[in-house]
């Protein structure tokens, strides 16, 4: 049973170069997440999605944009990378929205130069 | 908007000793969560708590959900090197799907 998958695990850019982080999840929940982690401030959440066909920003959103693609998967896009989204990033699912636990992927490690 | 801090950031224990994190929100919680991130791992879910005053044990931890339900607690009771981690609470901001994380107290144990 794979939970949530992330990749890829790591990545280095260059400042203005893109690229998208894909998310997927085998166990049938309805919402997804993005949350970024830098040291010191905790998780932030950057964008979410309640359901399927569905997506809000976060606490974070700028600079990042957002698919759900499906129920299963929710990919994040840097258009353009900066140096300030140098971060580790996890995607996370829930079945519903607000309570009930999140599962986490095991996280994207992303530098920006 | 919302904002959860928690304190300490930090602490430093010799294994044995007792170990308690505080959480602290600015707004009103309909329920809270507490998840362990082990160093390089990602957050693993612990526990949630839904009524006020609410106390739940899992083997050494205590969890407790204040009275008013803006703040939260977690014990450890000898703690052992396993315990190793950082620790979060988390509770619904703004609309219900939305969990805003606090800011996390890592905990280092040694022998």
């Known amino acids: 049973n794979a939970g949530v998958t992330q990749t890829p695990k790591f990545q280095v850019l260059k400042t203005g170069q893109s690229m998208t982080l894909q998310c997927a999840q085998d166990m049938n929940h309805n919402s997804m997440y993005w949350y970024r982690q830098d040291p010191g401030m905790g998780l932030r959440l950057i964008y979410y999605s309640a359901s399927e066909g569905t997506t809000d920003k976060g606490e974070v959103p700028n600079g990042y944009n957002v698919s759900r693609l499906n129920k299963r998967e929710f990919s994040l896009r840097l258009e353009s990378a900066a140096p300030s989204q140098t971060s580790v990033y996890f995607c996370?699912?829930?079945?519903?929205?607000?309570?009930?636990?999140?599962?986490f992927g095991e996280g994207s490690r992303l530098t920006v130069l | 908007g919302q904002q959860v801090m928690q304190i300490p950031q930090y602490q430093h224990v010799q294994e044995g000793e007792d170990f308690t994190t505080y959480c602290n929100s600015s707004?009103?919680?309909?329920?809270i969560q507490w998840y362990k991130q082990r160093p390089g791992g990602h957050p693993v879910f612990l526990i949630q708590l839904v009524k006020s005053g609410e106390v739940k044990k899992q083997k050494r931890l205590t969890f407790q959900f204040g009275e008013a339900k803006k703040n939260s607690s977690l014990h450890i009771t000898a703690t052992q090197t396993t315990d190793v981690g950082t620790y979060f609470c988390?509770?619904?901001?703004?609309?219900?799907?939305?969990?805003?994380f606090g800011t996390g107290t890592r905990l280092q144990v040694t022998l």
């Open positions: 988390a509770g619904p901001g703004g609309t219900a799907s939305k969990l805003t």
């Open positions: 707004t009103t919680l309909s329920n």
């Open positions: 996370a699912s829930s079945e519903g929205q607000g309570s009930g636990e999140l599962f």
